[in-house]
T-cell receptor, first 111, second 117 residues
Framework: GEDVEQSLFLSVREGDSSVINCTYTDSSSTYLYWYKQEPGAGLQLLTY?????DMKQDQRLTVLLNKKDKHLSLRIADTQTGDSAIYFC???????????FGKGTMLLVSP | NAGVTQTPKFRVLKTGQSMTLLCAQD?????MYWYRQDPGMGLRLIHY???????AKGEVPDGYNVSRLKKQNFLLGLESAAPSQTSVYFC????????????????FGAGSRLTVL
């Protein structure tokens, strides 16, 4: 079955770049996602990438996809204290309309 | 446009009691999902529905039942609550996508925190 792995915690200083990494197992995944969860709230979609792309950039966010290594990363430039949250990587399950989520990476941004 | 609304937001149950969580969406989405979130476990899919009147099991369906009698509502039931069902439950919905295609972006509710004593 599908499995998504992430590191559990990342701490950075305000203004630095943050890089959150994710590995997945389903080589036939067509879409991969990054969601953000702020304390006490639901998940919000940050961005997603189609599997035929290597990179996607959206303002301060850069997503890199290495299909050979099944590795996905999210880079947040100029990280702000408001970026402190849990970030979830997810893959679209092949053939189905469900997503498998990783355990989430807690990002802590200190002033 | 409220998006995905979950009720109740908080509930405390005793072991063996039953309850129903309600999810409502106003985006005319075909697909709806129930996930549970536990510390260190991430989000795990309980049940999902690809249309009115249809449901399917996810990764952790035991102890739960669901119903999708109306397109906009997806109900999650606990017939006999157990302490292991203490969790935060999230409902989500998405548009229909053809298999193997479409970004299938999920919109989440704010969550329902359930404690079983």
């Amino acid at each position: 079955g599908e499995d998504v792995e992430q590191s559990l915690f990342l701490s950075v200083r305000e203004g630095d770049s943050s890089v959150i990494n994710c590995t997945y197992t389903d080589s036939s995944s067509t879409y991969l996602y990054w969601y953000k969860q702020e304390p006490g709230a639901g998940l919000q979609l940050l961005t997603y990438i189609f599997s035929n792309m290597d990179m996607k950039q959206d303002q301060r966010l850069t997503v890199l996809l290495n299909k050979k290594d099944k590795h996905l990363s999210l880079r947040i430039a100029d990280t702000q204290t408001g970026d402190s949250a849990i970030y979830f990587c997810a893959e679209r399950n092949s053939g189905y309309s469900t997503l498998t989520f990783g355990k989430g990476t807690m990002l802590l941004v200190s002033p | 446009n409220a998006g995905v609304t979950q009720t109740p937001k908080f509930r405390v149950l005793k072991t063996g009691q039953s309850m129903t969580l309600l999810c409502a969406q106003d985006m005319n989405h075909e697909y709806m999902y129930w996930y549970r979130q536990d510390p260190g476990m991430g989000l795990r899919l309980i049940h999902y529905s690809v249309g009115e009147g249809t449901t399917a099991k996810g990764e952790v369906p035991d102890g739960y039942n669901v119903s999708r009698l109306k397109k906009q509502n997806f109900l999650l039931g606990l017939e006999s609550a157990a302490p292991s069902q203490t969790s935060v439950y999230f409902c989500a919905s998405s548009l229909r996508n053809r298999p193997y295609s479409g970004a299938n972006v999920l919109t989440f509710g704010a969550g329902s925190r359930l404690t079983v004593l």
